[in-house]
């Protein structure tokens, strides 16, 4: 009888435990709250930022804020047109361009922007870049990593944490941190996504930089590039999506619909406004 009310118990945490992600709708599981996530993803990142070395290169370190500030204002234009405000008050913009020949970018939970010299290389415009910025705005915005945790929450303490008999939540939270952030030198950045969110970060992505005014037909031309060295060459943060040929088919087969519905001329029209507000508002951003 007390196994059976656990479990009772556990299925109605795990019903409650749901969020929807932002733009698609799609539901996950949110174990770990958006406090526990981003006071351990900061600590990370301020760990990381410590050893990192900063970009001398100015004009593209303007690029990198530049383009990281009009996707930000895009991100809460949305947000707050959508009854997502309260949203809105997890993110805290940073942009950063590091001195490392990686083809690599990364977004932290809370904005936290990073971005690898060796992927500038092959950035011709400000468009290309916001391909990138968008795909991992994305992830922060859909809330991957809590997604992530939750999941390794659940798969290493199981009915513990459903039930709620979980003695020290907080020390499991740090303990999983520790295991999906992974920033070091041993990886340099958050450890891969999965194929489902990497996905999901495409599509939400190339909303993200329509919405911010960039043109979203350079994706596949990009991504194009990125693949062009062949598998052996593929950058860490696209080794866990799906081929090269599957992304740029999705890309293309979802852009006329992003077109229409986020262009300037059908959805951006009216939310002019907050975007005006959102733009002032990323523009006192410290750079």
């Known amino acids: 009888m007390k196994k059976q009310i656990i479990s009772i118990m556990a299925a109605a945490l795990l019903l409650t435990s749901c ?3 932002p733009i ?22 301020n760990s990381y930022m410590q050893g ?59 904005g936290k922007i990073v971005v690898y010299e060796g992927l500038m290389k ?20 859909a809330k991957h990593s809590n997604e992530r945790m939750s999941q390794q929450m659940l798969a290493q303490y199981g009915a513990q ?4 008999a979980l003695s020290n939540k907080s020390a499991a939270v740090k303990t999983i941190a520790g295991q999906v952030y992974g920033i070091g030198a041993q990886y340099g950045m958050m450890l891969p996504f999965s194929r489902k969110h990497e996905s999901e970060a495409d599509y939400m992505g190339l909303i993200l930089m329509t919405m911010a005014g960039y043109t979203p037909d350079v994706a596949v031309g990009f991504w194009q590039k990125m693949s062009a060295g062949g ?48 733009v002032s508002s990323a523009n006192k951003v410290r750079k």
């Open 122 to 141: 092959i950035i011709s415009s400000d468009d290309e870049l916001a391909v990138v910025l968008g795909h991992e705005v994305a992830h922060a915005v």
């Open 231 to 278: 598998s052996s060459s593929t950058p860490e943060f696209m080794s866990t999506h799906p081929s090269d040929k599957t992304r740029i088919s999705d890309i293309q087969k979802n852009l006329p619909d992003i077109k229409e519905k986020y262009g300037k001329t059908t959805a951006n029209a009216s939310t002019t406004k907050s975007t005006t507000k959102a």
């Open 52 to 110: 990192a070395k900063r970009s001398g290169n100015t004009t593209q370190s303007a690029m990198v804020t530049r383009v990281g500030k009009k996707i930000a204002a895009a991100t809460e234009a949305y947000l707050n047109a959508n009854g997502l405000a309260d949203e809105v008050k997890n993110f805290s913009w940073e942009f950063n361009l590091v001195q490392d020949d990686q083809l690599n970018a990364f977004c932290m939970p809370g």
């Open 24 to 45: 698609t709708g799609r539901k996950q599981l949110n174990l770990v709250s958006d406090s526990e996530v981003l006071a351990s993803s900061l600590s990370q990142y």
């Open 161 to 164: 944490v459903l039930s709620g």
């Open 19 to 21: 969020g929807s992600v």
